[in-house]
Structures are given as structure tokens and as C-alpha cells.
């Protein structure tokens, strides 16, 4: 059974920074199209950060110029950095990916989510 295991979210003071890393649980396992997204107390989930197979990137307004999506050269785990933090993004944040082994996709998996929280 693949999954998408989630980590490093956490709690930090505003104008701080954390990595998220979302990583397929098998090695040979690889991620194509990605997003990052996220869900606050009583708001929808919202995306914030996307990337095509082909490593062109999306973000959200509310993050551009902040937040950077990236995959590692094996492409089995991908990352959210995300620098100068606000309480505003304090929520849950999920990854979703496509995966693949080889040339066979396997399917649309969603991590597990990690909270992140961020402190005036």
C-alpha cells in the first residue's frame, strides 16, 4: 500500500520559517503533479502551491513571493518551504500528488496532513 507521509509542520513565531517534506512511502515510488494544500478552522480547503511533472510552478497569491514547492532529484519526496510565516496561515497542510512506479501511474494519494501553527 503506497502512501504520502507528511512532516515538519510545527509551531513558530511570525516572521519565521519551517519545511514541510511530503514523501512517497516506497522508494521506487515517484511524484509527479503535486500540490500543497491547506485547511484553517471553519475555512475550505484551499491550494497553495502546485507543481506540473514537468517542475512548472503555481501559488497562491496569499503566498507568492514566500513559499516555494520543490522535489528532490529522485522525485520521491517533495517540499514546501515556506519563510516569513503569519498567523494567517496557520492550518492544516495537506500534499496531494499523482504517483507513479516507472511508467505505471498508480493513482491521486493525499499525505496525512501536518499543523502548523504560527504565533503573533
Known amino acids: 500500500q503506497v502512501q504520502l507521509v507528511e512532516s515538519g509542520g510545527g509551531l513558530v513565531q511570525a516572521g519565521g520559517s519551517l519545511r514541510l517534506s511530503c514523501a512517497a512511502s516506497?522508494?521506487?515510488?515517484?511524484?509527479?503533479?503535486m500540490g500543497w494544500y491547506r485547511q484553517a478552522p471553519g475555512k475550505q480547503r484551499e491550494l497553495v502551491a502546485a507543481?506540473?511533472?514537468?517542475?512548472?510552478?503555481n501559488y497562491a497569491d496569499s503566498v507568492k513571493g514566500r513559499f516555494t514547492i520543490s522535489r528532490d532529484n529522485t522525485m520521491n519526496t517533495a517540499y514546501l518551504q515556506m519563510n516569513s510565516l503569519k498567523p494567517e496561515d496557520t492550518a492544516v497542510y495537506y500534499c496531494?500528488?499523482?504517483?507513479?512506479?516507472?511508467?505505471?501511474?498508480?493513482?491521486?494519494?493525499w499525505g496525512q496532513g501536518t499543523q502548523v501553527t504560527v504565533s503573533s
Open positions: 507543481m506540473t511533472r514537468g517542475g512548472t510552478t
Open positions: 516506497r522508494s521506487i515510488v515517484s511524484i509527479n503533479a
Open positions: 496531494n500528488a499523482d504517483l507513479r512506479q516507472g511508467s505505471l501511474p498508480l493513482g491521486n494519494y
